[in-house]
């Protein structure tokens, strides 16, 4: 499947999840785009995770830790506290994601710095299905 995307090339980044340093090196290799790791976030100690990436990920994207037994891996709106990032020297360029929206955007860019977020259920009228209006507003809070 990761074969296809590529060969098709659109993709210009590849945004991993649960996938391990090396996997994530030697895809980078393999394909020559630039790898993100995500680090799932609940606690504090969940940060330390990025160290490992670094050599392997172009950047870390810091996204909230979905809870045991949750139906989906992620895309469920949550967020983690953001004041864990507080003081964190981080080994990577990072990028915050997990629960932003048009609403709390703005506040999590001011909170933890971040020059780069992510974005997916927040912007959907409905599971999967993306709202052009909430995405319009999304853009718009992350300029103010």
Known sequence: MLDRAIAAGRLDILQLHKTAPARIAAIAART??????AVAVRTRTDLDEARGY???????????????GAALPGGMGLRFD????????????WALSGGLDPINVG???T???ASLVDVSSGV???SGVKDMDKIAAFLQATQR
Do not use: N
């Open 32 to 37: 020559g785009l630039e790898c993100w790791a």
């Open 54 to 68: 670094v050599g392997a990920a172009g950047r870390i994207l810091y996204d909230a830790k979905t809870p045991p």
């Open 82 to 93: 953001w004041s864990l990032l507080d003081g964190f020297r981080h080994p990577l360029p």
């Open 107 to 109: 506040e999590a860019i």
């Open 111 to 113: 909170r933890t710095g």
């Open 124 to 126: 959907e009228r409905q």
